[in-house]
């Protein structure tokens, strides 16, 4: 799912560092509570960032190399039932 992104243009063999920023807000979902409505929660979990869409980070094979256009990264807060409390 699309969160971030920067359009650049670049020259043929050209190449330019993008920066941005990801907050526990972009890697949030709404955990329903019965009879309190839903509550913004991001889940503490194995989280993995691609570039492009057709970018295959192959996170299922331990011996695959490494893709430089992937990074992973873990959430883990130990509150709330799943992770953190976003918003109500």
């Known amino acids: 799912q699309l969160k971030k992104f920067?359009?650049?243009?670049?020259?043929?063999?050209?190449?330019?560092?993008?920066?941005f920023e990801l907050t526990a807000a972009d890697w949030s979902v709404y955990y329903?509570?019965?009879g309190q409505g839903l509550k913004l929660v991001a889940e503490d979990a194995d989280y993995v960032v691609?570039?492009?869409?057709?970018?295959d980070c192959d996170v299922y094979?331990?011996?695959?190399?490494a893709n430089p256009l992937c990074a992973t990264f873990t959430l883990s807060t130990g509150e709330y039932p799943f992770g953190s409390l976003i918003a109500e």
């Open 6 to 19: 920067s359009k650049i243009s670049l020259d043929a063999g050209a190449s330019q560092t993008v920066t």
């Open 32 to 34: 329903p509570q019965i």
């Open 50 to 55: 691609a570039i492009k869409p057709e970018t």
């Open 61 to 65: 094979n331990e011996t695959a190399a």
